[in-house]
């Protein structure tokens, strides 16, 4: 079907939540993407940094097309091949900067999403805050009447960080700190606050004030939708600190720097801290869709039979392709590329005309043109260029490679985006 025919039908039947580009991609392999007519595209977008491996990866394909014909889906309420093995290689990832003597099992709730994944945490963080007031409560003699109305009583507000993106459900809508995307929607669910980034002033006096409502504290190691903005080590540190101080949980949304994306497993890996819960989605799947939520000791037993669930969550098709996905990414190589290629990626951008910052880490980069560039012109001139670029703000280029972008594929994009700008 051509594009013309793709666009009369989605005008008539498909919601208009995305300003799509006119353009119908219909094949894939590693960085380039096909259209309907043809044409070749250097993808830097990497569907919102989510094929950590490029498109149609060989491994990936064979692991569901083999799974498709075996089984495809039966539900939570039975055991299948590989889910166990797929939480076991996420919780080593985990663990791989954690010190030997402060290593365990990180547990996981398999989802669909990363919105799913970070609803997850939210429900974990608030019952872990109850269970520990009620348990608290039980130590000191209190009988389970008493127990039962102090776990009521227990703190259920979570901090998030002013610009950050946690998704576009309720819970997970409220928990994102732009106003612009919740007004529309109002009112949300309540039990979140914001602070600024990278202030860390600014958060131990909140938890001075408020530190005995706070049962969580919930951040993007970098933020993303915002425009790839980095926490500081400090910042981050001073979260761990404060959130342990006062008996709360660390939550790190990992959906987009997580799986590698900045040269770590994870991002949090770079900033010296261990978090109680992770999210995960985008790149651990290499396209199929797949989110996690994973919680490390008292938090990752919060969640018990009936707390929570998921009808498609860890399908027998989304463990395939997680599993392949890993495998690949095991091998070292791989993160050595992410880390050599993206400072390459960095350096080179900052050459380029109009480009007054650039920002980011491993392969998850933003770089802000001056006042008179308008960076949604350039995606949509970039397609002219055979690009696939992406804009988070008026000024801002993000780029979301996949893992595999090499040295030669950041030269072409260089060169064209040079001519562009």
Known sequence: MTLAEQRELEKDYV????????????SGSGMEAVDDKGRRYLDFIGGIGV?????????????????????MHVSNYYYIEGRGEVAKAVSDLLNARVPEADRMPWKSFFANSGAEANECAIKVARLHARKQAAARARAKGANEDAARTIAKAAPQLIVTLE????????????????????????PLPGGFVATPINDVGALELLFAQRGYEICAVMVECIQGESGVHPCTAEFLQAARRLTQEHGALLVCDEVQCGVFRTGEPFGF???????DVVTIAKGIGDGFPLGICCARGAAGEALQPGDHGSTFGGSCL???AARATLEQLADGAIARNVKEVGAYLRERLATLPAVREVRGLGLMVAADLDEGADAADVVLRGLDEGLLLNCTGPHTLRFLPPLVCGKQHVD????????LL
């Open 15 to 26: 919601m208009a939540t995305f300003g799509r580009k006119p353009v119908e991609l219909v």
């Open 51 to 71: 094929l950590s491996l490029g498109h149609c990866h060989p491994a990936v394909v064979e692991a569901v097309q083999n799974q498709a014909a075996t089984l």
């Open 163 to 186: 610009g950050s993106f946690h998704g576009r459900t309720l819970a997970s809508l409220a928990a994102t700190a732009q106003p612009a995307k919740q007004e529309a929607f109002q």
């Open 269 to 275: 890996q770079n900033f010296g801290i261990t978090p």
């Open 318 to 320: 989304a463990v395939a």
């Open 412 to 419: 072409a994009l260089i060169e064209q985006l040079g001519r």
